[in-house]
């Protein structure tokens, strides 16, 4: 079984609307959870980094929050723009250098 | 260099030959990772290479798939008598390596066909 769970698989948007990511994990003992974003044809790039003790954390437009105790995530994407459009994959580090476990993610589309 | 470089990134073949990925890792990053992304599925965790330790080869699906680091830099993924279950993107990831919060830098992946 999956350890994390991201919804919805696909997302199809207007350009200037919000959108919410959703990201459940089970992994334990936690240590940390990033939102990277995977753009067609390249690597996923880091967008931000929750730790145990963060609630909410902005970068720009994208602005992600942490339940820990729920053990939930979210991604929200404000005033999205056609350049938003790509794959967001949500990634949780267990205690342990190597121990990553990544969502199948939510491929997010712009359309103008 | 300035990023993470793999090569080749489309890598064409016919089932049964080998083939080799390359990935170069930013200058200095002690852990590199390699990871398999098939279409519509998550990454794929495959093997982790940390300084001069024994690599973590937990995640290699059988052992027609090896891998190597040369130098603690450049690594290549070997796979043997490729099958068509293989295709997929191959994706290198390096980090400074050892600390939680470190950030995974990742290439632009090979595409792999095999036909």
């Known amino acids: 079984k999956n350890q994390v769970e991201q919804s919805p698989q696909s997302l199809i948007i207007l350009e200037g609307k919000n959108c919410t990511l959703q990201?459940?994990?089970?992994?334990?003992?936690?240590?940390?959870l990033r939102w990277y974003k995977q753009d067609t044809g390249r690597g996923p790039v880091s967008l931000t980094i929750?730790?145990?003790?963060?609630n909410t954390k902005s970068n720009g437009r994208y602005t992600a929050t942490l339940d820990a105790d729920t053990k939930q995530s979210s991604l929200h994407i404000t005033a999205s723009q056609l350049s938003d459009s790509a794959s967001y994959i949500c990634?949780?580090?267990?205690?342990?250098?190597?121990?990553?476990?990544f969502g199948t993610g939510t491929r997010l589309t712009v359309i103008p | 260099g300035a990023g993470v470089s793999q090569s080749p990134s489309n890598k064409v073949t016919e089932k049964g030959k080998d083939v080799e990925l390359r990935c170069d890792p930013i200058?200095?990053?002690?852990?590199l990772y390699w990871y398999r992304q098939s279409l519509g599925q998550g990454l794929e965790f495959l093997i982790y290479?940390?300084?001069?330790?024994?690599?973590?080869k937990s995640g290699l699906p059988s052992d027609r798939f090896s891998a190597e680091r040369t130098g603690g830099s450049v690594s290549t993924l070997t796979i043997q008598r490729t099958q068509q279950e293989d295709s997929a993107v191959y994706l290198c990831?390096?980090?400074?390596?050892?600390?939680?919060?470190?950030?995974?830098?990742f290439g632009s992946g090979t595409q792999l066909s095999v036909l």
């Open positions: 929750m730790t145990f003790s963060e």
């Open positions: 990831a390096s980090s400074s390596g050892g600390q939680p919060a470190e950030k995974l830098f």
């Open positions: 290479f940390q300084g001069n330790s024994a690599p973590d």
């Open positions: 200058s200095g990053h002690t852990a």
């Open positions: 990634v949780v580090r267990e205690t342990g250098a190597n121990n990553l476990f």
């Open positions: 990201c459940n994990y089970t992994v334990s003992p936690f240590s940390n």
